[in-house]
């Protein structure tokens, strides 16, 4: 064999930070001797893996084939080196979640999976939509669980659950004994809302069809919990996913209204790309979150 997994590992590294130096650093090597397996790489194979821009690195046409298939590669020796070390079937999983998901559903499956799989070790990313596909487009996690819709031919996106938002207000707020709301009622609101980028303000857009030019939005915000929080003080009514609302429901300090003429439905699904390796552990996850589809 004329190239080694050494040279692979030092060639994705690469292709994930897009400099020498940094690659080097991470792999606890020399730039030199990061630079010399790289060399050799494409020297044995008479090919260039990059394009050089200053001192960044950026993949070219010959290295972006090459990503996946040596990913996928380096993965499977992973994977063999673990059983053979622990002789366990499960080893590292790198998790992507958006935020509804990752604070109210993901955890619990994470928790499950390590009760099957006590030595695994499991890594969760959560941040919103567009960030974890980006990250599971580049390899850097194994499978992700978003809200967003997206369209890319390199992944694979397959519906998971079913999900609503809800619109609410504060027990306070005058439009508690308003409900079921109007277009008009909803036009003369403040909202809070998540930012743009998340699956929850895009099912959020796609609901207000029409209507979205007369919306007045007082804040927009990443996380959930602050969302909740403004809405509680008063600031404005807003709109998340029924998973995150059921228990300030019950509690009673934030109250569901009513929008029957607006389809709040939508999809969760869950993500990987086509070309990523599916390991033992991975496919163990996928068969976990199959059984907790609704």
Request: aromatic share 6%; net charge negative.
């Amino acid at each position: 064999m004329r190239y080694t997994l050494r040279q692979l590992e030092v060639f994705l590294t690469i292709a994930r930070c897009g400099n020498l130096t940094q690659a080097a650093n991470q792999l606890a090597m020399s730039q030199s001797a990061a630079s010399s397996a790289l060399k050799d790489l494409e020297t044995q194979f008479d090919l260039q893996l990059f394009d050089r821009i200053g001192r960044r690195l950026q993949l070219n046409e010959q290295g972006k084939a090459l990503q996946p298939k040596a990913q996928s590669l380096l993965e499977q020796a992973e994977e063999i080196e673990r059983m053979l070390l622990s002789h366990d079937d499960a080893g590292h999983l790198a998790v992507g979640a958006t935020l509804s998901i990752g604070n109210y559903l993901a955890v619990g499956l994470v928790a499950q999976y390590k009760s099957r799989y006590p030595k695994a070790d499991v890594r969760l990313e959560v941040n919103n939509t567009h960030h974890i596909v980006e990250q599971i487009r580049r390899f850097e996690l194994d499978v992700g669980l978003i809200e967003g819709e997206i369209n890319d031919s390199e992944l694979d996106i397959q519906p998971w659950r079913s999900d609503e938002l809800v619109v609410f207000c504060s027990p306070e707020h005058p439009l508690v004994d308003q409900a079921p709301l109007t277009d008009e009622q909803l036009a003369d609101a403040n909202w809070i809302l998540r930012e743009s980028g998340s699956g929850t303000r895009q099912a959020f857009d796609r609901a207000m069809h029409g209507l979205l030019p007369d919306l007045s939005i007082a804040m927009e915000l990443q996380h959930t919990e602050a969302i909740k929080r403004a809405v509680e003080a008063g600031l404005g009514i807003g709109c998340l996913s029924r998973i995150t609302l059921e228990d300030a429901f019950r509690r009673g300090r934030l109250i569901p209204l009513s929008v029957p003429q607006r389809d709040f439905r939508r999809s969760l699904y869950c993500v990987l790309h086509k070309q990523k390796y599916r390991s033992t552990g991975l496919e163990a996850w996928l068969a976990l979150c199959e059984e907790l589809t609704d």
